[in-house]
């Protein structure tokens, strides 16, 4: 029986579209109420389901954007790729160097220090909390970006090193036999033929990076103190608790904002992730 009769035999795709676009919506909802609730009042948020708002004004958009200190959440989004710009640097370079050695090369316990990384992946981060907190305060580092960034450059996102290394070993060695036969060295090999095939797990782990970090609230909480230093994800809290009664237009309106970076990151690597699915079953 050829492919275009067994289509035929399942009957239209319209029903198969419908179902998926209900689902699509029932997911969406939530955020579609989000929006819609940026332009209502308190009551109409407590007390109404629909997302449709009564009228349409971008004065939570303003005041939300203007906070009650003394700077605006233009100062707080800086403070977050401050953060989140050299983390996913230092995560990228410690990462694949790591998950290159792991792959490549054969060392004297590699198995053991392979599964010893993996072990790490099990712990709860909150157990590392006291321990690293009490490092930096001796280093002097409290209310500096340092905590936040530093770990990273030393591959402690075990997650990332052991989706890098499942990649690698999906690479065929093909072209890098080639290379050393043309006299290239581990970090040449590295630079001119493992990073371009590593392209779309390396978007893969820019992007994860990037979501989880400009979200994580627990570590800015611990490590920084001064206002002026504060990450959106602090300075959302902030706003909710800074007056008695909270205007949550306001509060929805900025949370929306905060999405944006995160949503446009996702929606331009979409491809890569489907590339990097694909890419990891390369064969010889």
């Known amino acids: 029986m ?45 007390t109404e389901i629909g997302f449709w708002p009564s009228r349409i004004s971008l004065e939570a958009y303003a005041k939300g954007w203007k906070t009650s200190t003394e700077y605006t959440f233009a100062t707080y989004f800086l403070n977050s790729f401050l953060i989140t ?12 160097l790591v998950a290159y050695a792991f792959a490549r090369f054969e060392f004297p316990g590699r198995k053991l220090m392979f599964g010893i990384m993996i072990a790490t992946m099990m712990l ?22 340092w905590p936040l960034v530093l770990p990273s450059a030393f591959a402690t996102d075990t997650f990332f090193v052991f989706m890098l290394v499942q990649f690698l070993r999906g690479i065929p060695r093909d072209m890098e036999e080639a290379a050393m036969i ?22 893969s782990v820019i992007v994860f990076q990037f979501i989880w970090t400009m979200n994580d609230f627990m570590g800015p909480l611990i490590y920084l103190s001064s206002v002026e230093n504060y990450p959106v994800s602090l300075a959302l809290k902030m706003s909710i608790g800074a007056t008695e009664e909270v205007e949550w237009a306001n509060v929805i309106a900025i949370s929306v904002v905060a999405l944006v970076p995160s949503v446009v990151v996702f929606f331009l690597a979409q491809r890569h992730f489907i590339e990097s699915a694909a890419s990891s079953g390369i064969k010889g």
Request: proline share 9%; aromatic share 10%; charged share 15%.
């Open 2 to 46: 050829s492919a275009s009769a067994s289509l035929e035999d399942r009957g239209p795709a319209w029903p198969r579209y419908l179902a998926l676009g209900l689902v699509a919506l029932v997911m969406l909802y939530p955020l579609i109420w989000l929006i819609g609730a940026t332009f209502k009042s308190n009551a109409e948020i407590f």
């Open 85 to 96: 710009v050299p983390r996913i640097a230092v995560t990228v370079v410690s990462c694949v």
């Open 124 to 145: 709860p981060l909150i157990v590392l909390r006291l321990p690293q907190y009490l490092v930096f305060r001796e280093l002097g580092w409290l209310d500096t970006y």
């Open 182 to 203: 043309d006299g290239c060295g581990p970090l040449q090999m590295l630079w001119h033929i493992i990073v371009p095939l590593l392209k779309p797990a390396i978007i």
